[in-house]
Structures are given as structure tokens and as C-alpha cells.
T-cell receptor, first 115, second 112 residues
């Protein structure tokens, strides 16, 4: 079945540091890939997505590239801010579409950015 | 456009009781999915409804059930609550299955 392996946290960085959170996946077919962010006490917000190989998703300075050859979708940001402190989830959308569609999530990575 | 709303936001129940959680999707969205989030197991898929039909189900016992109404609002029910059912229950809606999912704030269930 589908699975997502995500870098274990927690990750602690200073403001303006470079961020990488690794994510690899196992799936049949060509899944869509997502990064979601969860702030304390809130639900999940979609951060970015990519629907096919070599697509780059980007939003709010975050980027991730869908790498089919390495089955990876690593999240990067060049300069983090204190407000980026949150839990980040890598997710895979089912390849079946239609009635078999569901999201499979990684375990989440807690990011803390210190001023 | 209003987002996904979930009620109640917090709930405390005791073992053996049952509970019903409600989710109102974004207007125009016909697919509603439910997920359970716990510190140990992370985010796990419960089930997905589309046009009042359950089309996909995760690996949860039969105590977990749900339904969807003609206006796309959905409820999930957990009977005979166990301590391990304590979790954040998240609802997500999308226009169709396979489309981008938008999540609600969740219902925090505590079972004592």
C-alpha cells in the first residue's frame, strides 16, 4: 500500500536559517503529493502541492519538487521566520482517484524557529 | 467563502458512551473525508463520503461509522467509546474525490 516517510523531528532553527524537511514515499502509479502545515490548536492547511513528476510546488517561500526517480518531495525554505513554527506533514494522494481516493500522511515534523 | 466547520470543537466523554461529531463542508463541495489524529498513530484515514454514499473506508473497527446528508453535511459516530479513541478528529472537504482537500479545525475528543 501507499506510505510516506518523513524526517523525524523536532527541528529547531534560528530565524533566517535554511530549512529542509525530507519526505519520501512509496506508491503505485502517479500520486499527487502535498505538504500541509498545522499550527497549534488548528486543523491542517494546505501549504503546497505537486501533481506530476518534476512539478515544483511553492507557497509563502516554501518549495518542494516532485522527484519520481528518488520518490521524494522534500520541503525547503531559504529563510525561516518565527511565524513558521508549526508541524509540517507530507502527504500522498491516492492514485486510484474516484472512490479509492484518500490522503496518506507522514508522521509530521515539529519545527520551532527561535528569534 | 466559509471554510469547513466542525462542531463541537471540544468534547469530553466517558468509556462506554457514544459520540456524534458534525462537519459542514465548504459550499459546493460534495466529498467529505474524516481523519483521526493521535500522537502515537499520527493522521489516519477513517472514511470518505460522496453524494451520501460511503465510498472508501480506513482500517477502523465497526464502532466508527458515519453518514452524509443531501446537503453534503456529514456526521461521524463512535459507539462504546474506549480510552484510545481520545484524539483530534478532522474533517476535510473537496469538490470531488481526488481534488484538493480543505480541512476543518477539528473536534478534540477526550475519553475518560
Amino acid at each position: 500500500g501507499n506510505s510516506v516517510t518523513q524526517m523525524e523531528g523536532p527541528v529547531t532553527l534560528s530565524e533566517e536559517a535554511f530549512l529542509t524537511i525530507n519526505c519520501t514515499y512509496t506508491a503505485t502509479g502517479y500520486p499527487s503529493l502535498f505538504w500541509y502545515v498545522q499550527y497549534p490548536g488548528e486543523g491542517l492547511q494546505l501549504l503546497l502541492k505537486a501533481t506530476k513528476a518534476d512539478d515544483k510546488g511553492s507557497n509563502k517561500g516554501f518549495e518542494a519538487t516532485y522527484r519520481k526517480e528518488t520518490t521524494s518531495f522534500h520541503l525547503e525554505k531559504g529563510s525561516v521566520q518565527v511565524s513558521d513554527s508549526a508541524v509540517y506533514f507530507c502527504a500522498l494522494g491516492g492514485t486510484g482517484g474516484g472512490s479509492n481516493y484518500k490522503l496518506t500522511f507522514g508522521k509530521g515534523t515539529l519545527l520551532t524557529v527561535n528569534p | 467563502k466559509a471554510g469547513v466547520t466542525q462542531t463541537p470543537r471540544y468534547l469530553i466523554k466517558t468509556r462506554g458512551q457514544q459520540v456524534t461529531l458534525s462537519c459542514s463542508p465548504i459550499s459546493g463541495h460534495r466529498s467529505v473525508s474524516w481523519y483521526q489524529q493521535t500522537p502515537g498513530q499520527g493522521l489516519q484515514f477513517l472514511f470518505e463520503y460522496f453524494s451520501e454514499t460511503q465510498r472508501n473506508k480506513g482500517n477502523f473497527p465497526g464502532r466508527f461509522s458515519g453518514r452524509q446528508f443531501s446537503n453534503s453535511r456529514s456526521e461521524m459516530n463512535v459507539s462504546t467509546l474506549e480510552l484510545g479513541d481520545s484524539a483530534l478528529y478532522l474533517c476535510a472537504s473537496s469538490r470531488y474525490a481526488g481534488h484538493e482537500q480543505f480541512f476543518g479545525p477539528g473536534t478534540r475528543l477526550t475519553v475518560l
